[in-house]
């Protein structure tokens, strides 16, 4: 992959912010060519920088109510077992590596506290798991 210019960074900020900006919308505001748009994305498509075109929903209208952040560590040797389960559990929505104190972090989203309670309890089961921590999200910002 090469590296992403000034305008590669301004096209993935404007993406960002509105992933259903218009080609020509984008041209405008880089001050480039439509052409110039549409290659650098299939290009940025090309070269994975670009997995994908999403929505983001407003927190109140979330499919679940319930949300969190388990942090998690990881046994030596198994964390790639760990990853495996937390990404075909179905209320883990994302999962990430971290430094520091924690060796992974989940994002948990349940339909009520009891579901939630049995999601967690779920999770710290899976084998190689040492220690985790979890925080209920109560508002994003």
């Known amino acids: ?9 301004q096209l ?6 509105n992933s259903r900006l218009p080609v020509v919308d984008l041209a405008r505001k880089l001050r480039v060519s439509r052409a110039t748009v549409q290659n650098r994305m299939t290009r940025l498509e090309k070269e994975r920088v670009l997995l994908g075109y999403t929505i983001k929903l407003c927190a109140d209208v979330e499919e679940l ?3 969190a952040l388990m942090s998690l560590v ?7 077992i760990i990853i ?6 179905p209320n883990v929505r994302v999962v990430h590596h971290t430094a520091g104190r924690w ?3 989940a994002e948990i989203s349940a339909d009520s506290l009891v579901s939630f309670n049995r999601i967690v309890g779920e999770l710290r089961l899976i084998d190689g798991v040492s220690a985790t921590e979890t925080s209920l ?3 994003s910002l």
């Open 137 to 139: 999200l109560l508002d």
């Open 65 to 67: 109510p319930v949300r």
């Open 84 to 89: 495996r389960s937390l990404r075909g559990h």
């Open 74 to 80: 990881a046994e030596n040797k198994k964390e790639a």
């Open 12 to 17: 993935i900020s404007l993406l960002r912010s």
């Open 103 to 105: 060796d992974l972090i």
């Open 1 to 9: 992959m090469q590296t992403l210019d000034r305008i590669d960074q």
